[in-house]
């Protein structure tokens, strides 16, 4: 089953705008990360957070963490045409040591 | 490093067919994953590796699909017979054993087509 679940499943936005992807989660977390995948390519990661963290900053990323709305943000700011990918929230559980990885969310950014 | 290298890129096979997905990861990573991408059910783990030992194979959907890693760098996902419903990509990634849920890198996957 899917740990985590991504809202929007789609997003279109214009070149210079910022775009917001949630998550949501089910169980308690070690950690969450957010992960990119281009139309026919594999996953690469973007960004961790703790769940002792609250936000975290890469670049034009910004991420945030409320483990009691078990609940994450993706925010990509001043989106760019190549941001045009998939972005996929996976959580760590537990003493599991693999990532359960939610549906996504297929952004669109025009040029 | 050239990443987690998978192949082949793409298998279009018949039905009842035996196919076999290969994957060697990043040189020094302990951890190997095997992952399912299709439309309809998104990305589910199907097994794992820790120190070339299968961990965990419960996502493994049924005794047709088997998975070995009989080395460090390298490991293979069989399907024997191959059905329709196997169409997917599958994916395998690794990893460098930090603690719990380290990051992972994936390889470029492999589109297999089941006629």
């Known amino acids: 089953s899917q740990q985590g679940e991504e809202d929007p499943q789609a997003l279109s936005i214009q070149e210079g705008e910022n775009a917001t992807m949630n998550c949501s989660y089910k169980?308690?977390?070690?950690?969450l990360q957010w992960y990119r995948q281009n139309s026919g390519r594999g996953l690469v990661h973007l960004i961790l957070?703790?769940?002792?963290?609250r936000e975290k900053h890469s670049g034009r990323l910004r991420v945030t963490l409320d483990t009691s709305k078990k609940s994450s943000s993706l925010l990509i700011t001043a989106s760019r045409a190549a941001d045009t990918a998939s972005y996929f929230c996976?959580?760590?559980?537990?003493?599991?040591?693999?990532?359960?990885f939610g549906s996504g969310t297929q952004l669109t950014v025009l040029p | 490093d050239a990443g987690v290298i998978q192949s082949p890129r793409h298998e279009v096979t018949e039905m009842g067919q035996e196919v076999t997905l290969r994957c060697k990861p990043i040189?020094?990573?302990?951890?190997l994953f095997w992952y399912r991408q299709t439309m309809m059910r998104g990305l589910e783990l199907l097994i794992y590796?820790?120190?070339?030992?299968?961990?965990?194979d419960s996502g493994m959907p049924e005794d047709r699909f088997s998975a070995k890693m009989p080395n460090a760098s390298f490991s293979t996902l069989k399907i024997q017979p191959s059905e329709p419903r196997d169409s997917a990509v599958y994916f395998c990634?690794?990893?460098?054993?930090?603690?719990?849920?380290?990051?992972?890198?994936f390889g470029s996957g492999t589109q297999l087509s089941v006629l």
């Open positions: 590796f820790n120190n070339n030992v299968p961990i965990d």
């Open positions: 990634a690794s990893k460098l054993n930090d603690g719990k849920g380290g990051k992972l890198f």
């Open positions: 996976a959580t760590n559980s537990g003493s599991a040591r693999q990532l359960t």
């Open positions: 040189s020094g990573h302990d951890y």
């Open positions: 169980t308690s977390i070690n950690n």
């Open positions: 957070i703790r769940s002792n963290e």
